[in-house]
């Protein structure tokens, strides 16, 4: 089996929510039925909602730390970090798995896709699920600004009732606008909302990137 180096730490609790998924994911009757993960939980990572692009080389170098560490294969449970996938490739020479990638391809035969993320993410969603013939469907400006304000509330450590009717009411919004699939383009999303919340396919990136990482490197 191939060793997973994970860029973690964006933020720490979908982190954590990811390597859970990815124990789950696993067909295991022992321990060694896993594989075996090598992680840079790194917290300290410059804001990548910025845009000013000073994530980008710390995520680099953590990708070669990584892989001097051992590591084969590289994920980031952490949707805008992908903004820098090609500094991280081509810093550590290794295959990166990737989030957007996988999520998008999780959305079965929907074709009006709605996503939950933060305004860099939409804008990667926006660009791929167009070229995969898809149509994005994504918040009004009112919406967006409603689900940032949620975001930074789940990641100072808020999972409540009051998180949670927020989060489900951004993606009601999405529901309302056609979307037949809503994609947690965020991997915080995940730890309020759940398919439960929602009438249309709901798609978590997180579990899907799991699943992914499972399947590469067994």
């Not at 149509?135 to 100072?156: C, G, H, S, W």
């Not at 009051?162 to 947690?184: N, R, T, Y």
């Amino acid at each position: 089996m191939k060793v997973l180096g994970v860029l973690g730490g964006m933020g720490p609790a979908a982190t954590l929510d990811f390597l859970a998924k990815l124990q789950a994911a696993t067909p295991a009757s022992r321990d060694q039925d896993h594989i075996r993960v090598l992680m840079d939980l790194n917290p300290q990572v410059p804001d990548r909602n910025v845009g000013d692009g000073a994530a980008g080389p710390v995520l680099a170098d953590m990708a070669v730390r990584l892989r001097q560490a051992g590591a084969e294969i590289l994920a980031m449970p952490c949707n805008t970090a992908h903004l820098h996938t090609e500094e991280v490739r081509q810093a550590s020479a290794l295959p990166l798995i990737d989030l957007i990638d996988v999520a998008i391809s999780a959305t079965g035969g929907a074709r009006r896709v709605g996503v939950l993320g933060t305004r860099l993410a939409l804008d990667l969603y926006r660009d791929r699920l167009t070229e995969a013939g898809l149509e994005p469907v994504l918040p009004t400006n009112e919406a967006q600004d409603a689900f940032m304000a949620v975001l930074y509330r789940i990641k100072a450590g808020e999972t409540g009732p009051a998180v949670h009717a927020l989060m489900a009411a951004c993606a009601g919004g999405l529901e309302q606008q056609g979307a037949q699939a809503v994609i947690a383009g965020c991997t915080e999303v995940p730890l309020v909302l759940s398919p439960a919340d929602l009438a249309v396919p709901f798609i978590d990136g997180s579990a899907e990137l799991a699943k992914a990482c499972v399947a590469a490197c067994r």
